[in-house]
């Protein structure tokens, strides 16, 4: 049981470029969702899902997209990288509301992305 | 929308004393609390959580605190240790909109 994870660990982009981070999670959790962690903010919501074929925004969702195909996979996409997206980036999981327990949050060990 | 406002942003307290964190939320529809402690370089891992239905909860050290009315809840560390020495969150989950909100965190330096 891996738990959630994330990769890579750490990226160097320059600015326009595009790439994926990706994360699975194997506790067949349905809800997923990204943060993104930078000093003096929080952490702060990008997007989420509750469940295979569905996302939603979170707090900061521009210049971010997400898909949703599978119930392990949550990739988060970066169109057209800019230095504004340096940051390091949380994947997350958990239980739906519905189920006893659901609300433990678990993270994976985060992406250290860096847009020059 | 939903907002978690959180303080101090620092905190710094000899060994053995108490720390306490603040934190305020928005939506009125937000059930559930949790705190979590990120050491330097790693994820955030829980430590403590409380649900809408209940004031208070102990663990050991920790403590948590909810006024519902007020929109308030607090974490409490008694005796504190150079180990709890970190960063904590604080978060409130709407049962609206299933949202996971957290506060801008305070760094807890704990000097022996």
């Known amino acids: 049981n891996a738990g959630v994870t994330q990769t890579p660990k750490f990226q160097v982009l320059k600015t326009g470029q595009s790439m994926t981070l990706q994360c699975a999670q194997d506790?067949?959790?349905?809800?997923m969702s990204w943060y993104r962690q930078d000093p003096g903010m929080g952490l702060r919501l990008i997007h989420y899902?509750?469940?295979?074929?569905?996302?939603d925004q979170g707090e900061v969702p521009n210049g971010y997209n997400v898909s949703r195909s599978t119930t392990e996979d949550f990739p988060l996409r970066l169109l057209s990288a800019a230095p504004s997206q340096t940051s390091v980036y949380f994947c997350?999981?958990?239980?739906?509301?519905?189920?006893?327990?659901?609300?433990?949050?678990?993270f994976g060990a985060g992406s250290r992305l860096t847009v020059l | 929308g939903e907002n978690v406002e959180q303080h101090p942003s620092t905190l710094s307290v000899q060994e053995g004393d108490s720390a306490v964190i603040k934190c305020t939320y928005s939506d009125s529809a937000s059930n559930y609390f949790p705190w979590y402690k990120q050491e330097l370089g790693k994820r955030p891992q829980l430590i403590i959580d409380i649900r809408s239905n209940v004031g208070e909860k102990k663990d050991q050290r920790i403590a948590v605190t909810l006024n519902k009315t007020a929109k308030h809840f607090s974490l409490h560390i008694t005796e504190t240790q150079p180990e709890d020495s970190a960063v904590y969150f604080c978060a409130a989950l709407s049962y609206n909109t299933d949202k996971l909100i957290f506060g801008t965190g305070t760094r807890l330096q704990v000097f022996p």
């Open positions: 899902s509750v469940g295979a074929g569905i996302t």
């Open positions: 506790m067949n959790h349905e809800y």
């Open positions: 997350a999981s958990r239980r739906t509301l519905l189920r006893d327990g659901a609300n433990v949050l678990t």
